[in-house]
């Protein structure tokens, strides 16, 4: 008996694993960034409005909250940025990385100009 719920548990586990991370399809092939890695927040964007996001790529956002800028896509993606917000979550801060509308926060503090183009790799649109 107990190595049958041994056995059962660690392939429910092994299951779990592996459904951990996958690729998702590129929004766009270039982004914006302040430098060649985006390591460096471009500007500080408050939501105007909440955001319920479709799939993984993309980060919610409620309404009043700051987010950090990283990178702006380009091209076919041109419509979506990347960014942190800062989430708390039973008292703990977590950030969260992601991807969201550009339509869903306004600018309010520039911080460095996006003149780095970078080429996007699928990590950029890795889930995990």
Same mark, same amino acid.
């Given at each position: 008996?107990?190595?049958?719920?041994?056995?059962?548990?660690?392939?429910?586990?092994?299951?779990?694993?592996?459904?951990?991370?996958?690729?998702?399809?590129?929004?766009?092939?270039?982004?914006?960034? +302040?430098?060649?890695?985006?390591?460096?927040?471009?500007?500080? #964007?408050?939501? /105007? &409005? !909440?955001? @319920?996001? $479709?799939?993984?790529?993309?980060?919610?956002?409620?309404?009043?909250?700051?987010?950090?800028?990283? +990178?702006?896509?380009?091209?076919?993606?041109?419509?979506?940025? #990347?960014?942190? /917000? &800062? !989430?708390? @979550?039973? $008292?703990?801060?977590?950030?969260?990385?992601?991807?969201?509308?550009?339509?869903?926060?306004?600018?309010?503090?520039?911080?460095?100009?996006?003149?780095?183009?970078?080429?996007?790799?699928?990590? !950029?649109? @890795?889930?995990?």
């Amino acid at each position: 008996m107990t190595s049958k719920l041994c056995f059962s548990l660690s392939l429910c586990l092994l299951m779990a694993s592996s459904e951990a991370g996958r690729q998702m399809p590129k929004l766009a092939d270039k982004k914006l960034c +302040a430098d060649s890695e985006c390591s460096y927040p471009i500007l500080i #964007a408050r939501a /105007v &409005q !909440d955001y @319920y996001p $479709g799939d993984c790529r993309f980060i919610p956002i409620r309404q009043g909250q700051l987010v950090y800028v990283y +990178a702006m896509l380009k091209d076919t993606g041109n419509l979506f940025w #990347a960014g942190t /917000v &800062q !989430d708390s @979550y039973y $008292g703990q801060q977590e950030a969260r990385i992601g991807h969201f509308p550009s339509s869903v926060v306004e600018e309010t503090h520039p911080l460095m100009e996006a003149s780095t183009e970078v080429r996007t790799t699928k990590w !950029d649109f @890795y889930c995990y």
